[in-house]
């Protein structure tokens, strides 16, 4: 009898997307993200010239690498032998993920040097 009330409780929708709805907030808290090819999360990383770490960001695998580069660069703090750590760099290269209109008006505000490269569907619309 008891065997009855389990199966019964499993074909429940309600607890499945119970079951779903927990499944996805523990892999969002893990910072995995869903694909074909199974769990997967992207590390978006800072450094400066001597390639040391300065800032490490974990999202899921599906996120988008645009939409990381101004929490990135809002993380970033550079100590200095006397006063307060720096927050604006004197320049920022990355690859053609971050280059998007909104993250060069954000270095341009910030008066912050772009090093990177345009996709040609960019340079196809400003040349126009």
Known sequence: MAGDADRTSDTDPGRQERRRVRRRLRLKAASL??????????????????????????????????????PVLNQMRVRLPVGRPRTRPDAVAGDKAYSSRANRAHLRKRRIRAVIPEKKDQLANRKK
């Open 33 to 70: 993200g869903r694909s074909r090819g199974g769990q997967t999360s992207k590390i978006h990383l800072a450094g400066d010239r001597r390639c040391r770490p300065l800032v490490l960001l974990l999202t899921a695998g599906q996120a988008a690498d645009s939409a990381q580069f101004i």
